[in-house]
């Protein structure tokens, strides 16, 4: 079983439904699903990418042992706040918010947004249609660490006027109005997700304030997600155009609604998966440009992604090593030549200097390591001793 499709009449998927379906690659859901059980896709270990719809409730062992990294789903739902706090990739479509049974949240005035164009100043602002004593819920962001609460222009203490439990802040509502802001600190390049709800009537009613994502399309086969990348309605197109255990090549281009190719507008953030079992510090991402040559994009591993941020599409290649370049043993620059130049950056590598280098070109011993022995016999072979 590969693909599964449920129409709308479905509304629960039982405990253990899907368990160990290691070839299942994708599910789609209909729109009155409410419910995922016990296990349910555990052990789902060809699945990456998932969508789900806006209000489902989700066992916290469904995707136990899965490969699942992405998850697709509306703004302001229920799902996206169960993808955020399981610290899945989330990508977010739009979604018209529609207010619990016995809502008395006016939605018209109220909002969760990021302050600033980019680090995470969140302000939240919320107005009753009468006096609703409640508790506000703010997500503190994966990568993040809290800064400073200030309630309603007054600077907040913690343990009086806020408390932070489990990754989330959590703020008395005691009026009809108010203004929240809070700082945090970012600890790397990804804006990850957060979220803010109030919770009243004793705890009957919770309402969705709002969801901060980045703005993303993301390829559901490969499991790319390209974010914020300026101009909105675009659809993201992912081509594998080579592989093999060494490299694996992508042709990336974004879409709009009329087919054509386009360019961000600034630098949109890439997240690309790591192949299994390869290296989380060796893997690099190279971008080939028009004139031949590659450009190493400088990705971070974070969570199973080798993320960076670029300008514009073309083809990208994960490897170990250096694309294009030939593998004569002792050519660590690629510049097809074994010169002093190579004898410095094999050294200045294995001195941890943070540069690249052609690994198969770099193990001169072919002892499938990079060491010191490999730089002795590099040396050597520059002084001719060794044809």
């Known amino acids: 079983l590969t693909t599964v499709k449920f129409n709308d009449a479905l509304t629960t998927i039982k405990g253990s439904t899907f368990k160990g379906c290691e070839m299942l690659k994708e599910a789609k859901f209909g729109a009155n699903l409410t419910s995922i059980g016990y296990e349910a896709f555990k052990g789902c270990t060809s699945m990456d990418t998932l969508t789900i719809p806006s209000t489902v409730s989700i066992d916290k062992t469904a995707f136990n042992n899965s490969t699942l990294k992405t998850v697709c789903c509306p703004n302001n739902s229920d799902s996206a706040i169960w993808a955020i706090d399981n610290n899945y990739t989330v990508v977010l479509s739009d979604h018209d918010r529609v207010p619990p049974k016995h809502s008395r ?3 018209n005035n109220s909002s969760f947004v990021i302050n600033g164009s980019g680090g995470y100043s969140a302000t939240c602002t919320y107005k009753f249609t009468e006096l609703m004593p409640g508790e506000l819920k703010i997500k503190i962001p994966a990568y993040a660490e809290l800064k400073s609460v ?3 222009g007054t600077q907040g203490v ?26 945090f600190k970012q600890n790397n390049i990804l804006q990850m997700p957060t979220y803010a709800t109030v919770t009243y009537d004793k705890g009957t009613v919770t309402d969705i304030i709002g969801i901060i994502n980045e703005k993303s399309v993301c390829s559901s086969e490969e499991g790319i997600v390209v974010a914020n990348p300026g101009v909105s309605g675009l659809t993201l197109e992912v081509t594998e155009t080579s592989a093999d255990e060494t490299a694996v090549t992508y042709d990336i281009a974004l879409k709009n609604a009329s087919g054509q190719t386009v360019q961000p507008k600034g630098s949109a953030l890439v997240r690309i998966p790591l192949p299994s079992g390869w290296s989380e510090t060796e893997t690099k991402v190279y971008r080939k440009e028009a004139n031949g040559t590659y450009t190493n994009m400088n990705a971070k591993y974070i969570d199973g992604f080798l993320v960076f941020t670029t300008d514009h599409f073309s083809e990208y290649t994960v490897t170990d090593r250096i694309p294009g370049s030939n593998t004569t043993l002792g050519d660590v620059n690629g510049d097809a030549k074994v010169n002093d130049q190579d004898s410095i950056l094999l050294s200045r590598y294995l001195s941890e200097w943070g540069n690249q280098i052609n690994t198969s070109a770099a193990d001169l011993n072919k002892d499938g390591r990079i060491n010191d022995q490999d730089s002795i016999m590099l040396a050597r072979t520059l002084a001719g001793w060794y044809e």
């Open 105 to 107: 949240l006016d939605y």
């Open 150 to 152: 200030t309630v309603n």
């Open 158 to 183: 913690e343990g009086t006027s806020y408390t932070v439990k489990d990754e989330h802040i959590f703020i008395p509502v005691n009026d009809t109005e108010g203004r929240i802001i809070v700082n």
